[in-house]
């Protein structure tokens, strides 16, 4: 059974920063490509940052130079590095797990940056 457990997010001031961590269990996490979503009320689901088996990474235009994705194989964990966080930023945010043609999500975490 795939998990995606996610922990982190809250309520932060602009400017700020927070970290979003995802453990994985259930997968091949070494063969898995790993990313971070985000979604607002109304809106799709987008994506924010994604990280390949490899370690190549890619970032949504609205986040980049802000935002890092990195992973750890070892431990099985993906994390989201969000510093100089805008009001925009808001959103609830989801861990993304893609192996194979499978997709597998984490629960959530809200963020919220207050003006």
């Known amino acids: 059974q795939v998990q995606l457990v996610q922990s982190g997010g809250g309520l932060v001031q602009a400017g700020g920063s927070l970290r979003l961590s995802c453990a994985a269990s259930?997968?091949?996490?070494?063969?898995?490509?790993m990313g971070w979503y985000r979604q607002t009320p109304g809106k799709q689901r987008e994506l924010v940052a994604f990280?390949?088996?490899?370690?190549?990474?890619n970032y949504a235009d609205s986040v980049k130079g802000r935002f890092t994705i990195s992973r750890d194989n070892t431990k099985r964990m993906v994390y989201l590095q969000m510093n100089s966080l805008k009001p925009e930023d808001t959103a609830v945010y989801y861990c993304?797990?893609?192996?194979?043609?499978?997709?597998?999500w984490g629960q959530g975490t809200q963020v919220t940056v207050s003006s």
């Open positions: 259930g997968i091949f996490f070494s063969i898995a490509a």
């Open positions: 990280i390949t088996t490899g370690g190549s990474t």
């Open positions: 993304n797990a893609h192996q194979v043609s499978n997709d597998y």
